[in-house]
């Protein structure tokens, strides 16, 4: 993505967002609700246009070659529309007759993996089984660019490690994966780059061990008896609770915060090491 501009009116979607994503990776893509995560998709997707900016997906024209592009591509989106007065092995074989059988994975396999019984009515499942039949119909082609916006939503934890696995093995083949979601714990697991998103902007792209090293690390710090007031003003206080003060630290600094630490009467202090979800959380606060 180039410098791509959408707006809704006078509602801004995305602005000036640019990044790239590299074949045969899983790339996270994180952001509250509103910070333009589904506008960006549906840009990629030539589902709406932007004012401005293109978009290249296998070195085409993500709009002038959409046609091309599409059969390429795998897409869950976050609420799928499914037909409902399909059975769920109707869906799934009438969509394969839209590409090549070739190299496509069995319908079979995955709905084991998924645990999902393709022989009813789909106005009849569950949100959790509407939701493997959409991830079914995005993978059963081996995709080489699968797109996933909040793919696990409704998903036990079951059926969320088998569809981690799944991804895995797509990865190992070639394919390149777009996550998007809320969950920040999965995407952590199973991500190797991750794009932060705020206000229609990215603010950060980082591999996500890098990120997570650079990060400042957690210090609590519980007081047996708490330092007179304006003693700790130089150093970033993130919470204060009764005795519990709650520290952030720069990986540098961690020695001399100990020492400073180590003139007051100490009940506990843990060290910790933020999740990205910490890290997620500071670029918000």
């Not at 890098?210 to 690390?217: A, E, G, P, V």
């Not at 990205?276 to 500071?282: S, V, W």
Request: net charge positive; aromatic share 10%.
């Amino acid at each position: 993505m180039n410098n791509l501009t959408k707006y809704y009116g006078r509602v801004r979607g995305v602005e000036q967002l640019s990044f790239s994503v590299n074949e045969g990776e899983i790339f996270g893509f994180l952001g509250p609700n509103g910070a333009g995560k589904t506008t960006a998709i549906r840009l990629m997707l030539d589902f709406i246009r932007p004012q401005s900016g293109s978009i290249g997906i296998f070195g085409f024209d993500a709009h002038r070659d959409a046609p091309a592009i599409h059969r390429y591509i795998g897409y869950v989106s976050g609420e799928p529309f499914l037909y409902p007065f399909m059975r769920g092995s109707e869906l799934l074989n009438w969509l394969r007759t839209f590409r090549s059988r070739s190299g496509e994975l069995s319908l079979a396999r995955l709905c084991e993996i998924l645990q999902f019984d393709p022989k009813y009515f789909i106005k009849s499942y569950s949100s959790g089984n509407r939701k493997k039949l959409a991830l079914i119909q995005a993978l059963m082609h081996r995709p080489r660019l699968l797109i996933l916006d909040e793919p696990t939503n409704g998903l036990d934890p079951i059926i969320k490690q088998n569809f981690y696995a799944i991804l895995q093995s797509l990865k190992q083949s070639g394919t390149t994966i777009f996550f998007s979601s809320h969950d920040l714990t999965e995407v952590q697991k199973i991500c190797d780059r991750v794009a932060i998103i705020k206000d229609g902007r990215v603010v950060a792209v980082e591999e996500v061990g890098s990120l997570m090293s650079k990060s400042n690390l957690l210090v609590d710090v519980t007081f047996q008896e708490m330092p007179q007031e304006g003693s700790l003003t130089d150093l970033t206080i993130t919470e204060r609770n009764g005795q519990l003060v709650k520290l952030q630290v720069g990986r540098s600094e961690i020695n001399a915060v100990l020492a400073r630490l180590n003139q007051y009467p100490i009940a506990n202090i843990t060290i910790a090491q933020p999740t990205l979800e910490d890290i997620f959380l500071t670029w918000y606060r």
